[in-house]
């Protein structure tokens, strides 16, 4: 079995040059949000390119809390989350290479704007009391340029700050009676390689299909064998799932979860390294959560 071992430069390009291109109506709507309290996926996640030719600090000055916002940003936003409820609490970050800043415009005088105050030169803001209503949200580039980066955003307080957003909380080691179970991480599936051209068919003879990236999505270490696991996804859009582990094991599907979600049952998985890979059945980079559990009584539909 070919092994694939980088993913490197072309993913990145290929989601620059994505969100370059695609301004038309329909992709708008992709980089939009519209959550209600106990969304699913959570984080939600979106992806797109920072910058414009506009000054934030020109346009907004400070927000409501006297923080300067900063940064080129685009004359129209980014992305347009629609709450159709109160939210007592949101968290919205992002995750770029590059040093980017975050402009949140709400209802009334709602104005949220912050520059690095996550991880590194990412930018986290954490608020209570948002009010049903559209809150355009801006990515901008401190320096200029466009760049791309990940938008998530939870209504969960607890936890570690970015969980999906990191390489290290991409991946887990777990041993039986892992918690917590579900153990659940979001991303972007896609990528510029063909999984049907890597993979061909899994050792059940199920045909392993979409684009998947040249090195794993998520990497699961089982510290010791499992007598069962289960693997699913929800995604945004049309997603498949490549499981490929020890050996000869390899196991793919497409759509056999809720709608055109992913959904992977098996015993018997011996210890050892499993690569993850979300594919999409399109060339499109779809946020989707994946969650994995040892108990049968989890899962779609249950």
């Not at 998530?152 to 607890?158: H, Q, R």
């Not at 390689?193 to 998947?212: K, P, W």
């Not at 060339?283 to 009584?297: A, H, K």
């Amino acid at each position: 079995m070919n092994k694939i071992i980088r993913r490197g430069h072309l993913r990145a390009f290929a989601i620059i040059t994505t969100g370059l291109l695609a301004a038309g109506h329909s992709y708008a709507q992709e980089r939009n949000l519209r959550l209600s309290p106990g969304f699913m996926p959570d984080p939600m996640q979106r992806t797109f390119v920072s910058g414009g030719e506009q000054e934030a600090s020109q346009i907004f000055g400070r927000d409501m809390r006297e923080i300067a916002c900063s940064g080129s940003i685009s004359q129209t936003p980014d992305h347009v989350m629609t709450l159709t409820d109160d939210f007592d609490f949101l968290r919205v970050w992002n995750q770029s290479d590059a040093d980017t800043t975050l402009i949140i415009d709400g209802p009334g005088r709602f104005l949220l704007c912050d520059d690095d105050g996550g991880r590194g030169l990412n930018e986290l803001i954490e608020h209570r009391d948002w009010r049903a209503g559209d809150y355009r949200i801006y990515v901008g580039s401190y320096d200029g340029g466009a760049h791309s980066y990940d938008l998530f955003v939870s209504e969960l307080s607890g936890g570690s700050q970015g969980h999906a957003d990191t390489h290290d909380s991409r991946h887990i080691s777990i041993a039986p009676g892992f918690t917590p179970d579900p153990w659940r991480v979001s991303f972007v599936s896609g990528g510029a390689q063909s999984a049907a051209s890597i993979f061909e068919t899994d050792m059940l003879g199920n045909h392993c299909r979409g684009n998947i990236a040249s090195t794993p999505d998520h990497e699961m270490t089982l510290s010791a064998s499992f007598s069962y696991l289960q693997l699913w996804t929800q995604a945004d859009g049309d997603t498949t799932l490549i499981i490929d582990g020890p050996g000869k094991f390899l196991l793919c599907d497409d759509d056999s979860g809720n709608g055109l979600n992913e959904h992977i049952e098996h015993a018997n998985w011996p210890a050892g390294d499993y690569r993850i890979y979300v594919g999409s059945y399109s060339d499109s980079y779809l946020s989707y959560q994946l969650s994995i559990s040892e108990l049968r009584s989890y899962g779609p539909g249950r």
